[in-house]
């Protein structure tokens, strides 16, 4: 089990690029696969998650080369996929599970989807039941990994409104609906990562959209294109985090995606007082992209405005060291899909924040956390093999007197395989061993 060792840094500074968006990474393989031609990928996130997916396209017959972070897929076409001769193991990755589900629920052969414990404990049932009402014949034991999926169903589009805010219901919902008969329609009761339909669209599927309300004709086909994947928000937000509550901090984050949907953490770290300035805004392949600098910031709690919450879903481990760091207190409520991510994040981040001395009240769908000074830990912190958390811990030094060790930093490599040399390099000290 490997670990991380913090300790004091020196003022952060420095401009960094931290590696491709995660969601937009996976979409590019799933969908350059069922399109027709080859499709070209620049800034592919070599993460183990994203790397997952890519293999279980490999095993299911499509010709993809990769040189780092440039990929090239060879495209079957809708109905070009062949079945695997295993179970496609993906990991640690709950969007790979989840999306594929929609996908392979419309093959004509069998299909088993399987991954790491971690995985094997997240809910399926919330991609299950839409899928049932398509038309799939797709189980899993109490509803988790592994999923088997019998092929050869003829999917019916259905109208469906998710019961929880979540792009990963609706991407599979949409992914079905390419193979089903009629229109299938998703409606929102708030606003979800866009990834999905911003991508199809690319690839020259017709995707009508409204405020909460998408729909597409199954049918149809998808043309092959170039995509040149952006940095992901949700690595940027750690150094942004770190660069807010360090002292004379100023550091610049390259070319990072700032698609709508995706910029929670940065309203919240304004709200809170944060010092941040969005440079260099432009367009690319349908996605906002901007350099986004951030300077040492007077951090105040507030009340996280909960339309704000799935905005931001993935990043509040940072934001919660933003709350520990910040004057007065910080209370989220409406985030209770954190506690079905990796790992209970609620928890798992108040046990940690407690060890560093910092008071907080777990709430059943949320937290109340109040700011004040980082103590030297009695025993190490458990990440509970989740990445997001040993970051999270890790950016933490920037404003600890002592040292902070975090256990089970493994699956850091999942999402952003080069996180201590890019820390490191800004000025941080981490150190990473076995």
């Known amino acids: 089990m490997a670990s991380f060792l913090t300790s004091c840094s020196r003022p952060l500074s ?55 972070s440039n990929v090239t897929i060879h495209g ?3 109905h070009g996929l062949k079945a695997p001769t295993n179970a496609l193991n993906l990991g640690n990755s709950g969007t790979s599970i989840r999306l594929m589900s929609g996908l392979l629920s419309a093959q004509s052969f069998d299909s088993e989807l399987c991954g790491d414990e971690s995985l094997s404990k997240r809910p399926m049932a919330r991609v299950i039941e839409p899928l049932r009402q398509m038309g ?40 079905a609906g390419l193979y089903s008969k009629g229109s299938t329609t998703v409606i929102e009761n708030g606003i979800s990562r866009d990834h999905t339909e911003r991508m199809l669209q690319g690839f020259g599927y017709e995707v009508q959209t409204s405020p909460n309300k998408i729909s597409i004709k199954g ?20 150094f942004m985090v770190a660069a807010c509550i360090s002292d004379k901090a100023d550091i610049v984050l390259e070319a ?9 953490v940065i309203d919240i770290l304004k709200l809170m007082g944060g010092n941040i300035e969005l440079l260099n805004k432009r367009l690319d392949a349908g996605e906002l992209i901007a350099d986004i600098r951030v300077q040492s910031s007077n951090l105040k709690g507030i009340q996280i405005p909960e339309h704000l919450v799935p905005l931001a879903i993935d990043e509040f ?7 520990s760091c910040a004057q007065g207190e910080t209370l989220l409520t409406g985030a209770k899909e954190l506690r079905v991510k990796e790992s209970d994040r609620i928890q798992v981040m108040a046990d940690g924040l407690s060890t560093l001395g910092i008071n907080n009240q777990v709430l059943e769908d949320g937290i109340r956390i109040i700011g004040g000074e980082f103590k030297e830990q009695a025993s190490p912190i458990e990440s509970h093999h ?37 820390a490191n390099s800004i000025g941080m000290s981490i150190t990473e061993s076995a």
């Open 386 to 422: 989740d990445h997001r958390i040993s970051m999270a811990f890790a950016i933490a030094s920037v404003r600890s007197s002592s040292n902070i060790s975090i256990n089970g930093v493994d699956n850091v490599k999942t999402s952003f395989p080069n996180f201590v040399e890019l």
């Open 14 to 68: 420095g401009s960094i690029r931290v590696p491709g968006d995660k969601s937009i990474s996976h979409r590019s393989i799933m969908l350059g696969s069922i399109a027709s031609g080859t499709t070209k990928v620049s800034g592919f996130l070599q993460g183990e998650d994203s790397l997952a997916t890519l293999n279980a396209f490999k095993e299911m017959g499509v010709s993809i080369e990769q040189n780092s």
């Open 219 to 238: 049918g149809g086909s998808l043309k092959a294109c170039n995509i040149e994947v952006p940095s992901d928000i949700s690595s940027a937000a750690f």
């Open 76 to 78: 079957v076409g809708m």
């Open 317 to 323: 481990p940072a934001l919660f060291i933003a709350a």
């Open 136 to 175: 799939a014949d797709i189980s899993g034991l109490n509803s988790m990994p592994p999923l088997s999926i019998t092929g050869g169903k003829a999917l019916t589009a259905i109208e469906y409104t998710l019961p929880v805010v979540s792009a990963q219901i609706k991407s599979c919902i949409l992914l």
């Open 256 to 264: 990072v995606n700032i698609n709508p949907t995706r910029t929670g």
